[in-house]
Structure formats: C-alpha cells, structure tokens
C-alpha cells in the first residue's frame, strides 16, 4: 500500500509567503518610483536633468548604436579631448540592453533606459523583502522592504529617468556583501577557492560602474582582518578574491588605449595596487594565525604590509590617498551640494541632516552593543552600515547607500527587540524605522519635481541657440556644472563639464580661472588657443567666489570681510574681473582707464536668456562671442 506525501495547508503558505511579500514590496517600489510620470516624457521624448543624466544618455546612444563598445575618449570634452572617468560596464550594458528592446533613435534608445532604474532598483527592494521574510519573519521582510523602498536620496536616484549610475551602488554593495557572507561561511578548501572567485568577481562589477565602491571592499578588507581568529581559511579565501580583483583591473588597464591617465579617478593601476595590498594584507594575516599569531597584532602587521604592497607599485600610494578627497577637503567638490558633509556643512540643520539619514541609523548603532550583533550575518552587514553611514556624515553623496543599508540592519533591529522587550517597543522602534523616510518620501511621490525646473530655462535656451550657430565653430567657456548640457544638447566641445577637476586638474584650473583675469587681452590669448568661440556667464555673485577657490586663488582676495555669517561683499579685485565686467557692466570703459580698464574689443554680447516670467537682472545667461576678426552682431 502507497503513502502519499501530504503537504498541510500552513507548509505550504509558509513556503509562498516571502514570495507573496517581495511582490507586494516591489509593486510599492516601482509606483512610487514612476510617480513622476507625467513629467519623465513629454511628445515621447525623456526629459532628463541637464547635469550627469546628460552625458549618460551620449554614452548609452553610443553604445546603443555601437554595440558592446562605449565612448571613452571624447574629442569634445577640454582643450585636447579627454578620456571619461566613467567605467564602461553600466552604460555599455544599458545601451545595448535598449538596442535589443526596440531603441533605435536617440530619443527611443534613452527612453528605453529611462525605465532601467526604476525596475532595476524595485527589484532590489523586493529581494531584500523576500529574504528578511525567509530568514526572519514576514513582518521584518514588509518593514525592512518598505524601509528601503522609501528611503528618500535611494528613491530620488532610481526614478523613472534617474539614469545616472548611481543608482546601481546600493545594489553592488548589497552583492560584495553577500559575497562576504560567502567568504565567512568557507569551511573547505574548495569552498574558500568557489566563495574567493564570487567575491573577487563581485567587486571587480562593482568597480567597472563605479570606482568610487572600492569603499566597500575597504570595509569587507576590515571585516576579515578583525574577523574570528579561528578561522583562518576566511583569510585566503578573501586573499584569491582580492587577489582575482586586482588581476582582472591590471587587465582592464592594459587593454586601455595610449594616454588613458593614471590618476585616483579613473579605474586603473592605483585601484588595482589597493587591491593587490589588501590580498597580502589576507595573505599575511592567514600565515601568521597558521603560525599562531595574536589576532590584534596579526591584523596591524597585515595592513602595514598591505600598505607597502600599494606603495611598491609606482605612484599607487599617493593615488589611493588623493582618493580620499572624495570624502571631503577637495575644493570642487565643496561646491557641490551633494558632497556636503552631514551637520557639519554651513547652515545645517542637525534635525533635518537626522531624518536624512534615516531612523535606521539610529536603530543600527543602539544595536552595536548587542550580543547577537557580535557574531552571524549581523555581525557582517552592521560594518557596512556603519561604515557608509560614517562616509555620509562625510559626504551626502554616500546616503543613497548608507540610509537603505541602515534600513536593513534597522528592521532586523526591530525583530529582535520584538523578541526581547515584546511588541510596544518594537512598534515604537518601528515608526522610527518607516516615519523619517515616510516624512521626507511622501512630497516628492506626491507631487514630484520635473526635471527641467523653470530656473534652468536660461541655461536650456542658451544651449539650443549656440546649437544653431554652425556658422560659428568652436568650443564654449562656461560654468563648469552646464558643460554636459553645452556638449550634448548644444553639440560643442567644452573647456569645463560636470567631471570638473578629473578630467585633469591643470586643465580645470586653467579653464575656471581665467574669467577672474582682470584684462580682456588674457581672456582672448586664452581663447584663441583653445579653440573657443562662445564665452557663457551666468550671475557671479553666488558663485565666484568658490570658483576662486576652486581654480587655486585665495578666495580671500576676491571678498571683502562678510557683515554677516553666509554673507560675502565683492572685494575690488572681484569688481576688476573680466567676468564681473562682463557681467554687470558689459564691458565698457572704466572710469580711471588703464589696460585693465579698457572696453573690451574682441567680446561682443550676443545674446541675453532670462527666466520665463519677469526676475532680476542676475537671472539671466548671457552668451558673449570671441570675434577677434570683427564685432559680432546682438541677434
């Protein structure tokens, strides 16, 4: 007689349950990331922001219509051409992913990759779901899903247009983490050698987006040093990870065509000696506990040898610490607004910069002095939380990583003060988890910025005017932050874009600088060389400044001693510059004469751009022409 296996109702539930709550949690994600519908397309046509979006969008219709290749090194970016200091794996992927799903026109090919964050990054959240549903309990896998589906700077960088490739960091962390938890869990030989292979595998995508997540694998590098002594095997196994990483970029480096710069922004030799140190840095480590060597000392001696790996590659060591200025202290990136660090940029708000880092962190760091977070996967995924939550108090660029990993390790938080100090609280900590992210997150899903917002309609309008100027060649001076708008939409070569001092920072300085000359001469000298035809100016009060700093004056030189905090008044030698005079006075003679004093003979203003409705004269953009042959005509 036949028995027939009879699986119970419950079973069966249970089994289909994380699947049920990841869908649940991805249908959530993926609204209220396409709420700016409306306004992501208008005729058909993606509207994305002017800025980083931009370039992206040249690259993937690049790689769209030039499949599996990418734009590397583009002839219309600084005075000789530049390579770009992206990596080529997302955009190269997108734009062939948008050739094979129909894109066949530059408008179609980006509005096919319009669609990729939004899917892409609900897809995340849904896996997050469905494993805190598996491995805890269906109510952690619905707050940890929504957690991270709201989290505000995450949902801002992976909505419908969103196609910078930040977007991708949060999941490729999320991967270097798993692979770590791979990493500890080798207890042969062969599952050392299989989890080293996924992990070097892992980091090496990871860095072909974006190089900036070599962060990550400084953190998974710290893990393992201070990891339990008893397991050695964890060492090499991390070593060959390391190890493949840094072999597979020396790789990546070598097939990089002549000129590809070896500095800390490009993907290259410096990356690849990090990596190498930090598999020596295992390697060491692995003998000495073999040896039976202190754990402490252990891992001080492994960094130092490290260290010395980096150091012997040629110019490796100075590359990696010139790298950390991407956590501040570099004055371009003071003046972007994503780079300022957390409560301490000038007028922060404390409470504000809290809730933007989300109830997560809160909950994350109550929970270091937990017993269970000592050990386990808590104990691996709380130094990632950690750690980019420490690089957002940096800078605000790492949020969108650091805020939904927090929320991670917050939901698992409040599982386990469920567990320990019943439901009240967990309810309490729960509405800390979901509350800030629900407060900052419900406006932008409500009532969603465009893209394009009115105050960049001068930008946008001069763009499309120096684009019809093809009787007038040459390349266009103007802020650095509009120099992707000026290169895509307007199709000119620039001297200053978004890359601002990676691109090389002689170069940048040079370009910046000169508009704070004092002669018209300079200027001209200046243009001639460079090829450029078109000087656009944009109101120097809120900006000079920082572009004194940034183009390597003493920014003191150009203001006077401020009547209040935040305040600055222009000094005489900022009354003085060729882009002041331009500006406010339209180059005229200044009373007293002088060379410095003289009219200006070779720009001629051409145009003025204002905001659609009546605003100050500081509004506009005006566009001046370098005509060293005869004036230009105002049209």
């Known amino acids: 007689m036949r028995t027939r296996l009879k699986i119970e109702p419950p079973q069966l539930a249970d089994r289909w349950r994380p699947l049920g709550i990841a869908l649940a949690i991805f249908v959530v994600a993926f609204l209220v990331r396409i709420s700016n519908l409306p306004t992501a397309f208008h005729g058909g046509v993606p509207q994305l922001a002017p800025f980083d979006e931009l370039y992206h969008a040249k690259r993937i219709v690049y790689s769209a219509t030039h499949l599996f290749r990418v734009l590397t090194d583009d002839p219309n970016r600084g005075p000789r051409g530049a390579f770009c200091p992206w990596p080529p794996l997302y955009d190269m992927l997108a734009g062939a992913a948008s050739r094979l799903l129909g894109g066949r026109d530059a408008a179609g090919i980006v509005a096919r990759a319009s669609w990729f964050p939004p899917l892409f990054s609900s897809l995340v959240c849904a896996i997050v779901a469905g494993w805190l549903s598996r491995r805890l309990d269906t109510a952690t896998g619905l707050l940890g899903g929504l957690a991270v589906a709201l989290s505000p700077d995450y949902l801002d960088r992976s909505r419908l247009g969103a196609i910078d490739h930040h977007f991708l960091e949060f999941p490729l962390v999320l991967g270097i983490l798993a692979a770590t938890f791979a990493l500890v869990r080798a207890a042969t030989s062969r599952e050392a050698v299989q989890s080293g292979a996924f992990f070097g595998i892992a980091l090496t995508i990871s860095l072909l987006v974006q190089p900036a997540l070599l962060l990550a694998g400084g953190i998974v590098l710290i893990v393992v040093l201070w990891l339990d002594p008893g397991k050695p095997l964890v060492r090499a196994a991390a070593a060959s990870g390391f190890a493949l990483s840094s072999l597979l970029i020396f790789l990546y480096r070598a097939v990089q065509p002549a000129g590809y710069p ?153 599982f386990d003060i469920r567990r320990d100090f019943g439901r009240w609280p967990a309810r309490a900590a729960a509405v800390l988890l979901i509350g800030p992210a629900l407060l900052l997150s419900a406006g932008s899903v409500l009532h969603p910025l465009p893209p394009i917002t009115p105050e960049m309609a001068p930008m946008l309008r001069a763009a499309e005017y ?159 022409q370098f005509a060293p042959d005869g004036p230009a005509r105002v049209r």
Request: aromatic fraction near 12%; charged fraction near 15%; glycine fraction near 12%.
């Open 262 to 414: 070896d500095s800390e922004w490009y993907l290259g030799a410096s990356h690849a000696a990090a990596l190498a140190g930090a598999a020596a840095a295992c390697a060491v480590q692995y003998g000495q506990l073999r040896a039976g060597g202190k754990p402490g000392r252990t891992a001080i001696f492994a960094l130092l040898s490290g260290l010395l790996v980096v150091a012997a590659f040629p110019n490796a060591l100075g590359a990696v610490l010139a790298g950390t200025r991407f956590l501040g202290g570099d004055p371009w990136f003071k003046s972007i607004q994503e780079f300022q660090p957390l409560f301490f940029a000038p007028g922060s708000i404390w409470l504000e910069d809290a809730i933007e880092l989300g109830g997560g962190t809160l909950l994350t760091l109550l929970m270091v002095a937990g017993r269970r977070w000592r050990r386990g996967l808590r104990g691996l995924s709380l130094p990632f939380a950690l750690g980019y939550a420490l690089a957002a108090v940096s800078s605000k660029r790492f949020l969108s990583v650091a805020a939904p990993l927090c929320a991670i390790s917050g939901a698992v938080a409040v």
């Open 466 to 624: 120096l684009g019809r100027q093809t009787s007038a060649p040459g390349r266009v001076l103007g802020p650095w932050s509009w120099g992707h708008l000026f290169d895509v939409v307007a199709g000119r070569g620039v001297l200053l874009d978004n890359f601002g001092t990676m691109s090389g920072r002689t170069d940048f300085e040079n370009a910046a600088g000169i508009l704070l000359a004092t002669r018209e001469s300079a200027v001209a000298g200046y243009c001639a060389v460079n090829a450029v035809r078109f000087v656009v100016l944009q109101d120097p009060l809120p900006y000079l400044p920082a572009q004194a700093d940034m183009s390597g004056f003493r920014q003191a030189s150009f203001e006077t001693p401020p009547r209040r905090p935040g305040s600055w008044s222009p000094s005489r030698l900022t009354k003085a510059t060729f882009w002041w005079r331009a500006y406010f006075e339209g180059g005229r003679e200044r009373p007293g004469g002088g060379p410095a004093g003289a009219a200006f003979r070779e720009f001629r203003l051409v145009r003025v751009f204002s905001e659609p409705k009546p605003s100050a004269i500081r509004s506009a953009v005006q566009v001046w």
